[in-house]
Nanobody
Framework: QVQLVESGGGLVQAGGSLRLSCQAS????????MGWFRQAPGEERRFVIA????????YHTDSVKGRFTISRDNAKNTVYLQMNNLKPEDTAVYYC???????????????WGQGTQVTVSS
């Protein structure tokens, strides 16, 4: 079992930055790839970015390439999402999730956090 808790969301103006954190419990954190998903108003939850178990491989959607960076610190059981040059369309509830897969869009994510709200004003 893995419990995930996101933090760091908030209100930011377009062009600003936020850093989200996802703190995981459990001693098996290191075997999981970790991903970030988001659910915008009126939309379904969608994959954003992920990182493999060791931190050496990342996956991301084209919409966030060059703006979002995922990283992890296995010693701290934490994964981060650095979001730069935020746009209003980035407004969503952001969720971290864990998978025993590689961390691609097509993997089954087994554990989910409660989400943290990111609101980007224009």
């Amino acid at each position: 079992q893995v419990q995930l808790v996101e933090s760091g969301g908030g209100l930011v103006q377009a062009g600003g930055s936020l850093r989200l954190s996802c703190q995981a419990s459990g001693r098996t954190f290191r075997i999981y790839a970790m991903g970030w998903f988001r659910q915008a108003p009126g939309e379904e939850r969608r994959f954003v970015i992920a990182i493999n178990y060791s931190g050496g491989i990342t996956y991301h959607t084209d919409s966030v390439k060059g703006r979002f960076t995922i990283s992890r610190d296995n010693a701290k059981n934490t994964v981060y999402l650095q979001m730069n040059n935020l746009k209003p369309e980035d407004t969503a509830v952001y969720y971290c999730a864990a998978t025993t897969g590689r961390g691609t869009l097509y993997d089954e994510y087994n554990y989910w956090g409660q989400g943290t709200q990111v609101t980007v004003s224009s």
